[in-house]
């Protein structure tokens, strides 16, 4: 069953260095995610990307933070300047949908990120 | 600000029982929602969908959903230890592409 991966399981950093994180999404999918969970709270949406292009992001995903997708099955994350905040576990997803109405997500297993 | 609401828990059910969890939504215009589980340490997994009024059901799991009280719940019959987890209800409103999600509620089954 296809599934979505992401690299590293876990991501050890410094505050202030940059980290990357990286996603190979579900092969047919065309909509691309990242959320966030800080440990204890919600899952908090990021930002979608379709279409080589951020489609929607939320008030986190600041200037610090960008997207890209490099290939043509990559999906990276990147946080410039990391804070101490920005400790989390970042999931990437992917949706199918063609749309927005029963936009399925399916989850890849999460990067632990420590920032120190 | 559009929210999603669960009751924390733990929701305590013995092994066999139905499990019944609830959301509730603070869009109106909300079209498309989304039960996942979620093991501690690991990430949301998608169990349910229902975008229609009425009960969805998927083997041992029945979704429901009612928009004019804009609740949405997840029953769970014949619960097995397993099925402990965190539960989280998740929309996605109208015209965006994310999904906002509640807190989860954390069912525990016990032999």
């Known amino acids: 069953e296809p599934e979505v991966t992401q690299t590293p399981s876990h991501q050890v950093t410094q505050m202030g260095q940059e980290v990357i994180l990286r996603c190979v999404p579900i092969?047919?999918?065309?909509?691309f995610y990242w959320y966030r969970q800080i440990l204890g709270q919600k899952v908090e949406f990021l930002v979608s990307f379709y279409n080589n292009e951020i489609s929607e992001k939320s008030e986190i995903f600041d200037d610090q933070f960008s997207v890209e997708r490099p290939d043509g099955s990559n999906f990276t994350l990147k946080i410039r300047s990391t804070k101490l905040e920005d400790s989390a576990m970042y999931f990437c997803?992917?949706?199918?949908?063609?749309?927005?109405?029963?936009?399925?997500?399916?989850f890849g297993p999460g990067t632990r990120l420590t920032v120190l | 600000q559009k929210e999603v609401e669960q009751n924390s828990g733990p929701l305590s059910v013995p092994e066999g029982a139905i499990a019944s969890l609830n959301c509730t939504y603070s869009?109106?215009?909300?079209?498309?929602f989304f039960w996942y589980r979620q093991y501690s340490g690991k990430s949301p997994e998608l169990i349910m969908s229902?975008?229609?009024?009425g009960d969805k059901e998927d083997g041992r799991f029945t979704a429901q959903l009612n928009k004019a009280s804009q609740y949405v719940s997840l029953l769970i019959r014949d619960s097995q230890p397993s099925d402990s987890a965190t539960y989280l209800c998740?929309?996605?409103?109208?015209?965006?592409?994310?999904?906002?999600f509640g807190t989860g509620t954390r069912l525990q089954v016990f032999p």
């Open positions: 998740a929309v996605n409103p109208t015209n965006t592409d994310k999904l906002i």
């Open positions: 092969s047919n999918h065309l909509y």
């Open positions: 229902i975008y229609s009024n």
């Open positions: 869009d109106r215009v909300s079209q498309s």
């Open positions: 997803a992917s949706s199918d949908l063609a749309g927005r109405f029963g936009n399925e997500q399916f």
